[in-house]
T-cell receptor, first 110, second 117 residues
Framework: DAKTTQPNSMESNEEEPVHLPCNHS???????IHWYRQLPSQGPEYVIH???SNVNNRMASLAIAEDRKSSTLILHRATLRDAAVYYC???????????FGSGTQLTVLP | DAGVTQSPTHLIKTRGQQVTLRCSPK?????VSWYQQALGQGPQFIFQ???????QRGNFPDRFSGHQFPNYSSELNVNALLLGDSALYLC????????????????FGAGSRLTVL
């Protein structure tokens, strides 16, 4: 799986949009980009995934760069419940495992 | 709809002992994966089970073994416990699909916190 690079931590104000960046410069053409988040004392939770096109769901949006070497997870209006560690994962199409990095600790300020 | 359930939630063992952790997958899911998460780190893949067989294994010693039952539930066994085995053990379930796709989404349980003294 392609190595991903994320900032260790980010802060956001409540009810403002949050853009969480991820670099995956060694990604290959069939690798998917997944985002999971982990709230305190819980297991990781699926957020969104994509391959080439931007994706939207009820939780977030995923913007994928045209060259696919980076992506951005967008939380449109952060709430206190969005405070978590966010993991960006690049996974080969045939891979059966998620390779987690250190993730980004998101702090949401009231 | 119950998600992934794991038991026990917490347990304490001593070095050299053996432990069994249990997992019931989300309804409709037939594949179970196990992950180990040390404090302050991201989860690491241990292995995946489908149709009662180990389908893929991560970089873990043979002290870590598993089993999947006909009802898709699973157990993780760790023998000869070491202090370094102290961690949160996460179970994740999914629908297999053939062939396995990188688009497959995992549903994780809350984990079993193992402390080895």
């Amino acid at each position: 799986d392609a190595k991903t690079t994320q900032p260790n931590s980010m802060e956001s104000n409540e009810e403002e949009p949050v853009h969480l960046p991820c670099n995956h410069s060694t990604i290959s053409g069939t690798d998917y980009i997944h985002w999971y988040r982990q709230l305190p004392s819980q297991g990781p939770e699926y957020v969104i995934h994509g391959l080439t096109s931007n994706v939207n769901n009820r939780m977030a949006s995923l913007a994928i760069a045209e060259d696919r070497k980076s992506s951005t997870l967008i939380l449109h209006r952060a709430t206190l419940r969005d405070a978590a560690v966010y993991y960006c994962i690049s996974i080969k199409d045939s891979a059966r495992q998620l390779t987690f990095g250190s993730g980004t600790q998101l702090t949401v300020l009231p | 709809d119950a998600g992934v359930t794991q038991s026990p939630t917490h347990l304490i063992k001593t070095r050299g002992q053996q432990v069994t952790l249990r997992c019931s997958p989300k309804s409709g899911h037939d594949t179970v994966s196990w992950y180990q998460q040390a404090l302050g780190q991201g989860p690491q893949f241990i292995f995946q089970y489908y149709e009662e067989e180990e389908r893929q294994r991560g970089n873990f010693p043979d002290r870590f073994s598993g089993h999947q039952f006909p009802n898709y539930s699973s157990e993780l066994n760790v023998n000869a416990l070491l202090l370094g085995d102290s961690a949160l053990y996460l179970c994740a379930s999914s629908v297999f699909g053939e062939p396995w796709s990188g688009a497959n989404v995992l549903t994780f349980g809350a984990g079993s916190r193992l402390t080895v003294l």
